[in-house]
C-alpha cells in the first residue's frame, strides 16, 4: 500500500526543543504554519510510484478531500477505481465494487507515521512535526523544498523522509522515500494535473516538483 494516502487522527504530543535555524534563511516553522488547510478542502492529485516490485512507474489519479483532522477521503478515478476514507485512526477501503476492507492504521506502521507528518502539515502544526520529525528547510520563499526525517526508529526502519517542495504558502509535491529505496510522490495543486509521460523517471518528477526544467 502507498504511503501516500493522507490523514489519521493521532494524539497530540509534548513539544520538542525547536529545531536549529536553517542555513539556507527559509524558516521551517513558518512554512509549515502556511500551509495550513481549512476544512473542508479537495484537490485533484496524481500519484507516481516507483518500486523494484513494478515494470515501470504506476501512475495515480484523483481526489483528496480534507474533512478536518483526522478526517480525509482519496478517490481514484484511474487506472482503476478506489475509494478510502480515514477517520479515528481507522481506514476503510473499497476497490471496485469489492467488499468494503476496514483496518487500523497501527498495523500500518510506515503509514501511520506518514499520516501523523501529513495531518501536521495540513494543520500547520510545527510542534508536533518537531515532536516526530527532523525538520530541514532549504531554497527560498517561492522554491522551497521541507524534509522531515524520522526519529521513531521503528518508523525510520520503514521510511527514510517526507520531503515537501512548494512555492510561497502551496505545496507541490510529497515525496516519500521508503527504506527498501521504494519511492512515491504526491502532485497536488498546481501539479495535480501535469502532463505525464507513461515511463517518468524520478529526476524527471524531481525536477518538476522544484519547479525546473526536466533532465
Sequence with gaps: MSLSLAIAILPTPSRAAPEPASPSGVDA?????????????????????FSSLLERPLILHGELEYDGPGKLARTVDTPYREHMTIENGEASVQ??????RKFSLSQAPELEGFLRGFAALLGGDAATLQHDFVLAASGSTDNWRLKLTP???????????????GANTSARCFHTYEADGDVNVLLVETLADAKLPPRPTP???????????AP
Design 29 to 49: 516553522q513558518k512554512l509549515v504554519a502556511g500551509l495550513k488547510r481549512e476544512a473542508p478542502a479537495r484537490t485533484r492529485f496524481s500519484e507516481v510510484r
Design 95 to 100: 476497490r471496485g465494487d469489492n467488499p468494503v
Design 151 to 165: 526519529r521513531d526508529a521503528r518508523l525510520a526502519k520503514r521510511m527514510n523522509s517526507l520531503e515537501v517542495d
Design 203 to 213: 529526476p524527471m518528477i524531481d525536477a518538476l516538483c522544484r519547479g525546473k526544467s
